[in-house]
């Protein structure tokens, strides 16, 4: 079977098999990149996920595949995660995912009706993509930005005191192919590939882009420090107290050692249950489970 070959997948959907020569090549070296920067490779898992969902749109069949020949581990290890945290796509996502909070803060102020607006307007509802595959629509519990509610997101960029009219005019310029700006964050929004790559950990340059923190989010800061408020103190945290209680405490060792003082690591054995040939092997799974 060549790597171009399709194979049906149901009504509407096909798979590539694997990647092609030129895309392998490139996914290995960003791949290498990423698993560089852990002491176990298999750490690496995540933000490869986002490196394939960068490259498909979603996390493939042959996404799961890379994924765990490149880390050693089998395909049943990697769907696992994958199918763990919302932001992996099993199926081809839109272009632009757009997230309406609908938690507490965000629903009573509005995230409610926004999210039913736009599913009429978009024709569309949760984790749905419209038929011109542009945007993929979420029901989202909390977006994070409850000094700003009711907030929604496109592609994690935020969407500040939204109203179903300024939500759905967002969505219709996302469809329209015009660049459109978030609240606060970079300049514009960029595709869900394109951020799927940014959080695979390779910088686009627009960190230093746009507003970071806003007025309501330093609220709190600016009046304690114009009213000169400061945190009260834990009771006993006292220094002098604390310095005379260091000075009797018996001094430590410059570096824990495993098994050591407070370790719970490769502990003695305590028990006769401890000394058990069944509990042995089990320590000794966990411990090459962990070396692995």
Known sequence: MSVEELVPRGEGQAHRTSYD?????????DAAQIVARYPQERSAL????HLVQSEDGYVSPRGIAFCAATLGITTAEVSAVATFYTQYKRHP?????????TNTLCAIMGGDAIYEHLCDHLG??????????????????????CDYAPVMMVNWEFF??????????VVDRLRAGEDVAPSRGADKVVSFKEMSHVLAGFLDGRADEGVGAGEP??????????????????????KPARSSSRAKA???TAKPTTGGEQSSAERPVTTAADASSAEQ????ASSDAKED
Not at 160 to 169: I, K, L, V
């Open 124 to 145: 569309v509802s949760h984790d749905e993509t419209t038929e011109d595959g542009k945007i993929t629509l979420e029901r989202v519990e909390c977006n994070a930005a």
């Open 217 to 238: 989010t330093l609220r709190g800061t600016v009046l304690a420090r114009d009213e000169g408020w400061t945190a009260p103190p834990f009771p006993g945290d006292d």
């Open 250 to 252: 018996a001094p430590r």
């Open 160 to 169: 500040d005191n939204q109203t179903p009219a300024s939500a759905a005019e």
């Open 21 to 29: 020569d030129a895309t392998r090549a490139r996914l290995d070296a």
């Open 93 to 101: 996502n839109g272009e632009y995912t757009v997230g309406v909070c």
């Open 281 to 284: 092997d089990k320590k000794q």
């Open 46 to 49: 995540l933000p490869l996920l």
